[in-house]
């Protein structure tokens, strides 16, 4: 029988293969060069980013926050309960898996018969799956409209639906501020998927730079911008991997207003560059500190689909705009029931506002 070596034998083989802690950020930081723009991309992401509390005042702060999307004419969630959520896009009803559903349902059966589309298959997050349409055969598109901007819906085999009903909180905060700084004003939106927010931005009058990895997802973006008769409007769509993009930005000297961030827990550039939450987030908001112009207005960061707490982003984030001024205001997105006025919390949230 094999015999297992200790566990302090095991600790210090895998010390001296990794080399200690101190060595091996030297070795990281060596093999990193500041005009890496087209480098390695495992090596830009190896930067060591030991982000020590800055000395400068830290920024004032509101948590808890919790912001609410309520039942709109565009969107409402209808009922929730027993693993599932039943949801009303402009015209079709749409029944999806919802893991934080634990309770019980306040609507009739019947009202979660009469639906449009229904997922089903995998209920894991990023899982394939597949649409169903009971009540007629329906295409992958269908128009919606946000806050009078027309765009498409879409059934993705992610189960999700091309927009993310919670952000409208974070929406009409920057389209608030954009209009009243009353001066030009550059947005980047990064992790922007099918860009509702870039669109939000523009209509504001805003100069928007959209970032994201997804080909697939920056054409629908574009479509969208069609779609919204926004077309005329200086938005620059830009298929990259959002952390080496903006590492390049800090480099050219570009400078934004509002930053957008919301990253997935997990997800790859367009040449398999990683990104992982836990790992990259802190350096990626400390590249997007350095790249807030001189009178900055917001950067907004949301995660989901993550084990923590938003109170680690808020630390994060707090240190991060250290000298700033304003405030950092964290806490959850949270979408208020229909039915019975429950509130599901959909992501953690932490942004910095100008005072
Ligand atoms: C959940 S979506 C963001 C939602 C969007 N902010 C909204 O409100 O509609 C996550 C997006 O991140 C993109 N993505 C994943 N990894 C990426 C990376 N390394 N660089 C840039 N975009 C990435 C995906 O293609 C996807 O469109």
């Known amino acids: 029988m094999a015999v297992k070596p200790s566990r302090d034998k095991r600790r210090a083989a895998r010390s001296s293969a990794a080399g200690s802690r101190p060595e091996r950020r030297e070795a990281l930081a060596a093999k990193v060069r500041p005009d890496e723009d087209e480098g390695n991309p495992s090596d830009a992401r190896a930067r ?34 027993d693993g599932e959520k039943l949801e009303q896009y402009g015209p079709y009803r749409i029944r ?13 059966a019947a009202e979660w018969e009469a639906i449009d589309a229904v997922f089903t ?28 901007i027309d765009y498409l819906g879409r059934f993705t085999s992610f189960r999700h639906v091309g927009v993310f009903p919670e952000q409208a909180s974070h929406w009409a905060d920057m389209e608030t501020r954009i209009r009243a700084a009353n001066r030009p004003v550059r947005v980047l939106n990064l992790f922007g998927y099918t860009g509702l927010a870039s669109l939000v931005a523009a209509r504001a009058g805003a100069e928007v730079t959209h970032v994201d990895a997804s080909k697939k997802a920056i054409t629908w973006a574009r ?41 997935p827990a997990y997800g790859r550039g367009p040449k398999g560059e990683v990104w992982q ?42 240190d ?33 506002v100008r005072a």
Not at 96 to 108: H, T
Not at 123 to 132: H, L, P, V
Request: proline residues 8%.
């Open 277 to 318: 939450l836990f790992e990259h987030l802190p350096s990626m908001v400390a590249n997007c500190r350095a790249i807030l112009a001189d009178k900055p207005i917001a950067l907004v960061l949301t995660t989901y689909s993550i084990r923590a707490s938003f109170f680690a982003i808020h630390a994060l984030m707090r």
């Open 121 to 148: 298959g995998d209920i894991d997050e990023e899982g394939m799956g597949r649409w169903r349409f009971p009540a007629a055969p329906l295409g992958e598109t269908w128009p919606m409209r946000h806050d009078g």
């Open 48 to 81: 060591p980013h030991i982000i020590a509390r800055p000395g400068a005042p830290l920024p004032a702060q509101t948590v808890p926050l919790i912001l609410e999307v309520g039942p709109n004419d565009d969107y409402a969630l209808l009922d929730s309960g």
């Open 96 to 108: 999806r898996p919802e893991g934080q559903a634990i309770w019980g349902r306040a609507l009739p």
């Open 320 to 352: 991060a705009c250290a000298g700033l001024g304003g405030r950092v205001e964290s806490g959850e997105l949270v979408i208020r029931e229909k039915a019975a006025g429950r509130a599901l919390s959909t992501s953690l949230f932490s942004r910095w």
């Open 223 to 263: 479509e969208n911008q069609e779609v919204a008769r926004l077309a005329d409007r200086p938005i620059r769509w830009i298929c990259e991997d959002a952390a080496k993009f903006v590492e390049r930005e800090g480099r050219r000297g570009k400078r934004y207003e509002v930053i957008l961030l919301d990253p």
